[in-house]
């Protein structure tokens, strides 16, 4: 049987609906997220500190962190951030040590140049006190061990208690030299990091409100000369 030109047009746009719907994106991940990298330019970004050789870059749709030509952060431009979700894609084609700051803040103790909750990263063969781990990049309080498969609590006397994740990941589970995926939700006094789908650290602070991190800046961390660290397919899900 011949179809005529009209139905033939109403199927093939039905086809394109059932394809390009809502559930399509939830589907992949990614519902309720903005892309905050172009894929093209660091639009939205700012490298900090600001050098000469201009340590950040986008090449073939990735950015591209190179150690020899300075040590630092590309900062995203929302400087406000409090509860939300990020997802990253992240490479090192050697070894290296980078990672991610999230709610930063400028340090006015002087000895960092931001106070931060650091998701760490690093090459495979670093170790789970870098890769996988949550750091705390905060002079004038404690700053605590929460390694990878390690799930945090600090009471309000700013005393530790760790316990170990179930089904956390392993070294096996991230690919060498290959693309990994980080995922990171930051809500309210809990914050939980995942590597390619499985959980990876998580702490719980009960501190006053005083000495913990409320909102601030996500940051991609520059950390050693040498060092090649590439990121994309970055995500963002503000949180309400």
Known sequence: MKLSAPFTTIFLLSLVALFTT?????????????????????????????????????????IVGEGDKGRGYLVYENHEL??????????????GNSGINLRAVKDETGRRKFKAYHADIGHVGIGGRVLGAWDFHTPGRR???CFRGDRLIIDKDDKPTVTKIEGAVTAKDI???????MHVIMKGNNYKFFINGKPSAEFTEHLPDAKRLHKGMIQLQLHDPGMIVQFKDIWLKVLK
């Open 22 to 62: 809502p559930d399509r994106v939830a589907a992949d991940g990614h519902k309720g997220f903005v892309k905050i990298f172009d894929g093209k330019s660091l639009k939205g970004w700012e490298e900090t500190p600001k050098g000469e050789k201009k340590a950040w870059s986008v090449k073939d749709g990735v």
């Open 175 to 181: 690919n060498k030299g290959g693309w990994n995926q």
């Open 143 to 145: 700053e605590h061990a």
């Open 82 to 95: 409090a509860d939300f979700e990020l997802k990253v894609s992240y490479r090192f084609p050697g070894k």
